[in-house]
Structure formats: structure tokens, C-alpha cells
């Protein structure tokens, strides 16, 4: 999720810059982050304290253009960086990423108060959205990656049972199996505290598939599970919860009206971004993907920060930041990395969580 095409062979000098090139490189960048809009070379030679004049400034960022870095959107503007730029900076110049006191309190408060998981979710989704002023995205656990804490059944008459799923996480989860085969409740009762003792500390995946091998021990427990399990084991796809879309509407990057349209509608097709953000759930740390490393055309102007959350060292799901290519990235990654870290030593709380 993180390719760095301008790495250079000699790692001393990042893209193969020299100290000058990197400086206005680096300068320009910190420039078009603030301030959204082209970077001219006047303005470069006032606020950045080297000793070189604007004519010097302009010739070495024609050279940055040639090599693909920096691109003059209009024939009179300034430049701004190329996601080459920003993977560059990203990789090595952008500093330790450190989480704002004020934000890490406020991230702290606002979810130790949530006891359900979905509103715990939610309320993850919109301080990612309050705090970056981007779109905050927050993808729920897929079924199949629960861990299982306690399996039992219910039946509500004569060819329905309730079959209740508690995670590891408190969570209790329902699914009304069609079974006619098991006489009363006291089978139903046998049923769960077999299938219990053998699965408690697995994934539903794990459990279809262990089953699968012992199908032959008890036929009757053996099909009972399979019809509450199997279709949540194969569920690919977790809730997704997404906040905080206007915020692209305050963006320099984003007037145009067709870029926009773009946007919001990969963002508002959930399946495509479940997708992407699924990818993550195999990463380690804090992942960024910059505008045309982005596999959704949609979001080529964007750049994304995730990372994952879970139980213990279980990954259950991916917390994100979706915004312009010119965001603040050591705050961005500072932010989504307690965030979910914050959500992993919730739901790791034995009994923290409620029924969702």
C-alpha cells in the first residue's frame, strides 16, 4: 500500500537530490500545505532563509519539474509537488509523527464513553473527520475475523433457532437458522457447550473450517453450526462508517466541480471502499497512499492514511483519513495511529463492548 517510486539508489540522497534541490523541494512542499495554491519562486525566496535569489530558486524548480516533482499548473502560476513529491516527503523528510496532546485527550474522552461497538465506530469515524478536517472513514470487523467467545441456541418454535454468537469483545450476535432436526431445547443447550468448548478462542473462519474436518464426530452439532456460521464466515465485507464528506468542499484542489463529483461518488459507493480499505487489514503500521498510487480512480487526487485496529494482536478492522494530496501528513498519521490504538485497548477490555 505504500510504493515509493522516487526512492533513489543512494539512500543518503533521497530521489537522488542534491542539498539545494531537497531544500526547495521540501520548502515548496511545506508551502503548498499551507497555503493550498501554487508556490512562486519570490515568494520561496522570502520564507525559507537561504541565501539565494528568486531567479536561482526558479531555475532549480524548472530542473524539479524536469525530473517530474513539481508541475506549473498555468503558465504564470508557481508550482506545486507531483505525488512523487509527496512520497518523497512522506518517506523521509516529513519528521516524527507526533499526536497533538489536546487531540489525544479528545479522542480518549469522546470513545472510552461509547458502550456499543457500533456507536464506539461511529463516534471513531467522526473525530477522524472533527480533528484532520478531512473525511474520517472507520471499517467494522468482518464477521468471518471475530474471535469466538460463546456459542449457544435457542429455538423460537418448531423449524426456527436463534443462534447467538458473544466475541471476544462483548459484542452478541443473532442469526435466525431454519432447523427442524433438533428436538428440544436441552439438544439445542448440549449443542452450544460442545461447540463452545472446542471453538472459544477462534474465528468464525476458523471454526467453518475446522468443522469442515470434523463433520464425522456429531453430524447434529456439525449441521446446526454450519447454518449459523457458514454465511457469516464467508461475509467479506464489514460496516462501513464514513464522516465528514463537506469537509473536501473547503479545498483549494477541489473547485472543480467534475474532480468533486468524482470524489463523492467513490466515496459514497461503499462496496469499492470496503474493498480498498480491506486491503489494509494485512499491513502493519500506519499505511499512507498517495493520489495516483490510489487503485480507485476516483480518489487519484486524494491521499489516504490508515491504520488497523483489534483485539489483542487480532486485526479486526482499518481506521482512515481521506483528503488532498497536500495534507498535513506527520499529524494525519500522529492522529489515525492513537486513534487506533485507542480502539484496540477498548475492545481488548474484557466486557468493555455491549450488544451491538
Known amino acids: 500500500m505504500t510504493p515509493d517510486p ?37 515568494a520561496l525566496s522570502l520564507g525559507t532563509g537561504m541565501d539565494l535569489s528568486p531567479a536561482t530558486i526558479r531555475t532549480v524548480m524548472a530542473e524539479l519539474e524536469e525530473r517530474g516533482l513539481l508541475v506549473q499548473p498555468h503558465t504564470s502560476a ?7 513529491a509527496y512520497r518523497l516527503y512522506v518517506d523521509h523528510w516529513m519528521g516524527a509523527p507526533r499526536v497533538v496532546p489536546a487531540q489525544a485527550q479528545a479522542i480518549d474522552e469522546a470513545l472510552r464513553t461509547r458502550r456499543d461497538v457500533a456507536e464506539l465506530l461511529e463516534e471513531a469515524s467522526r473525530q477522524l473527520s472533527r480533528l484532520s478536517h478531512h473525511v474520517g472513514v472507520v471499517l467494522a470487523p468482518e464477521l468471518r475475523r471475530i474471535v469466538i467467545e460463546h456459542l449457544e441456541f435457542v429455538r423460537l418454535d418448531r423449524n426456527r433457532v436463534v443462534a447467538v454468537l458473544v466475541d471476544r469483545t462483548g459484542v452478541v450476535h443473532n442469526r435466525i437458522v ?16 460442545w461447540l463452545t468448548d472446542q471453538f472459544a478462542g477462534l474465528t468464525l473462519q476458523q471454526m467453518r473450517e475446522d468443522l469442515l474436518r470434523r463433520v464425522s464426530e456429531d453430524r447434529a ?8 456460521v457458514e454465511p ?14 463537506a469537509n473536501l468542499l473547503d479545498e483549494p484542489a477541489f473547485a472543480d466541480l467534475d474532480r468533486m463529483r468524482a470524489i463523492l461518488k467513490t466515496l459514497e459507493e461503499k462496496t469499492r471502499l470496503v474493498d480498498l480499505l480491506g486491503r489494509v ?6 499505511q499512507v497512499v498517495i493520489g495516483s498510487e490510489n487503485p480507485l480512480p476516483g480518489l487519484a487526487d486524494c491521499s489516504l492514511v490508515t491504520s488497523t485496529y483489534g483485539v489483542g494482536d487480532r486485526v479486526l478492522g482499518t481506521v482512515g483519513v481521506v483528503g488532498p494530496t497536500r495534507m498535513e501528513y506527520a499529524r494525519t498519521v500522529a492522529l489515525v495511529d492513537h486513534l487506533a490504538k485507542v480502539l484496540t485497548r477498548l475492545l481488548s477490555s474484557p466486557g468493555a463492548r455491549g450488544p451491538a
Open 281 to 286: 487489514l494485512d499491513g502493519e503500521g500506519v
Open 178 to 193: 431454519e432447523e427442524t432436526d433438533v428436538s428440544d431445547q436441552e439438544e439445542l443447550d448440549r449443542v452450544g457447550r
Open 221 to 228: 452439532a456439525y449441521d446446526l453450526a454450519r447454518k449459523a
Open 6 to 42: 522516487a526512492r533513489g539508489k543512494d539512500r543518503g540522497r533521497p530521489g537522488g537530490l542534491g542539498a539545494r534541490e531537497r531544500e526547495i523541494l521540501k520548502s515548496v512542499i511545506r508551502a503548498h500545505i499551507v497555503t493550498g495554491t501554487p508556490v512562486g519562486s519570490k
Open 78 to 84: 508557481g508550482r506545486v509537488p507531483t505525488d512523487t
Open 232 to 245: 457469516a464466515a464467508g461475509d467479506a465485507e464489514g460496516e462501513l462508517f464514513v464522516e465528514g464528506m
